[in-house]
Every structure is written in structure tokens, then in C-alpha cells.
């Protein structure tokens, strides 16, 4: 069984990568602003609506592909 401690760790150097695009451009689109490095002054919501907007736009994205 797979230990949780590694859980969030990408194994693919480039999808860490793309993903921190993604990340960046959603946080954008939203107005929130998100800055390379440190973004410990963003508040949870903030944080928060970052990830919950990724999460529905690949969900977006996979329903139209099985279209």
C-alpha cells in the first residue's frame, strides 16, 4: 500500500510545471493575486477559490473530451 506522505508530489518534472501555469492563469482569471514563490499572505479563501476553480475547469475539460 502507498504511503500518504508523498501523496502530492508529482513525479513528471513537466506537469509540475504545467500545472503551476495553470495555477497562475486561473488565479488571474479570477483576480487573485498570486506571485511565483511565497504567497503566504493570500488569505484561505483566496487560496482556496484558486484550487476550486482549477478543479472545475479540468472537470470541464474532461466532460467535453468524452463528448
Do not use: C, H, W
Request: aromatic content about 2%; cysteine-free; charged content about 30%.
Amino acid at each position: 500500500m502507498a504511503s500518504n506522505s508523498n501523496s502530492s508530489r508529482m513525479e513528471v518534472p513537466q506537469a509540475k510545471e504545467a500545472m503551476n501555469r495553470f495555477k497562475m492563469e486561473v488565479a488571474n482569471e479570477i483576480g487573485v493575486n498570486l506571485k511565483q514563490g511565497y504567497n503566504g499572505d493570500l488569505t484561505s479563501r483566496e487560496a482556496g477559490s484558486i484550487g476550486g476553480e482549477m478543479v472545475r475547469q479540468m472537470i470541464k475539460r474532461q466532460e467535453e473530451s468524452m463528448k
